[in-house]
Each structure stands twice: as C-alpha cells, then as structure tokens.
C-alpha cells in the first residue's frame, strides 16, 4: 500500500540491485511515481488506484511484476527479499486495497514457480 521511498533510497544508486514497488496511489507518503526508474534503471515503481480489487491487483503482478522477477532471478547468486505490508487487506482501515488473505499465497506461490 505504502511506496518504500526508504527502500528505494538504498537501492537506487546501486546497479547491481533490483527493487519493485506496488503501491496505492495517492497515499502517504506520495512518493514512487511510475516515472522514476532511478539513475541505473533499477528500479520500477507501479502504483495503483485506490480500491483495487484482488483481480486487477494479481492482473498487475502478474503483467508486471512476475516479468521483472524471472528475468533478473537467473543471474547468479539471485537473491530475492520480499517486503510484503499486510495493509492491502480490504479489512485494512489504512487504505482502500481489496486484497484478500489468499491473494498473499497465491502471489508467493507464483513467485516460487
């Protein structure tokens, strides 16, 4: 839900690192817009509008994020840190995602595919 405009910070400058953000947009703390891909291109911000269901949120992952995976996990020594908030829930009072409980497995479970 949140852009990890801290995570990015670290990343940004290191060409060697990859880092993916999905996040609500507009929400605090406004930061990750789509446009920035930071000075060596590594990084991909994909926001997405409030009250996006479990259909377009997995559609997102899995046209954008699940590409970007594959293609740089065959590098050697590819290690992968997932940073997953658990605010996207629909029963989350922070934003106004409509991810349910099971959409987290469904993701992981692509992920290790």
């Given at each position: ?86 605010d996207?829930?629909?029963a ?22």
């Amino acid at each position: 839900v949140h852009h990890g405009n801290g995570t990015e910070d670290i990343v940004k400058d290191d060409p060697t690192l990859r880092y993916i953000s999905t996040h609500e947009s507009p929400l605090y703390p406004g930061t990750g817009p789509a446009s920035f891909t930071g000075p060596h291109h590594n990084i991909l911000n994909l926001p997405y509008p409030s009250a996006t269901t479990s259909a377009s949120y997995l559609a997102l992952f899995r046209d954008k994020v699940l590409p970007e995976l594959r293609e740089h996990a065959a590098a050697e020594n590819a290690l992968l840190v997932v940073s997953a908030g658990y605010d996207a829930l629909g029963a989350d009072f922070l934003s106004t995602s409509l991810l349910e409980p099971e959409d987290y497995g469904v993701m992981m479970r692509e992920v290790m595919e």
